[in-house]
């Protein structure tokens, strides 16, 4: 795995090394010993699939508060998504920056997601399909979220007019957190 850390302290781009041969490739998409030695989460609690059947659907942007507050490693196995991840920590030198990275099925890239971060992501193709490794429990009482369309952070979608749930389009800006 090749680990490339964004603009936001310790969130990481991961690129697969690829082993292609005739039948296809083979890659390691996790490894304890790798993550540690970055100083990254290694234990996964729970793993996650969300299908989207639509282009432009958006989800997001999703955290959790402490003590339940959730690390992520996203990869999206179908399709392809705009993933998105804001920086939410208060004392942080990049609080309320984002960074955005194209997640595909044909790339293989991963995104790792710290603790503190609110993340959500744009679909860019119908049929778009995600995984995430999750390195703590879906905690309802903990689950937050900010608007994806929050001046404070000004994000760039791709696409217009997002497929949005009424949950996610009603969550409040991160001045009335």
Request: glycine content about 6%; proline content about 5%; some cysteine.
């Amino acid at each position: 795995m090749i680990f490339t850390e964004t603009k936001l302290q310790g969130a990481y781009q991961i690129d697969l090394e690829l082993r292609n041969d005739e039948r296809g490739f083979f890659a390691r998409s996790f490894c304890q010993q790798e993550f540690r030695a970055r100083g990254l989460k290694t234990a996964i609690a729970q793993c996650n699939v969300s299908f989207n059947r639509l282009k432009g659907t958006l989800r997001g942007m999703h955290f959790q508060l402490a003590p339940k507050a959730e690390a992520k490693l996203v990869r999206c196995i179908r399709g392809a998504i705009y993933d998105v991840i804001v920086d939410i920590r208060p004392r942080s030198a990049t609080y309320c920056s984002w960074t955005a990275v194209e997640l595909t099925a044909d790339n293989c890239r991963m995104l790792y997601i710290p603790e503190g971060f609110a993340h959500g992501f744009q679909t860019l193709e119908d049929n778009s399909e995600v995984f995430y490794h999750m390195f703590e429990f879906y905690s309802p009482e903990h689950a937050r979220g900010v608007r994806w369309d929050d001046p404070a952070f000004a994000i760039t979608w791709p696409l217009m007019k997002p497929i949005i749930s009424d949950k996610d389009r009603n969550y409040p800006f991160m001045s009335n957190i």
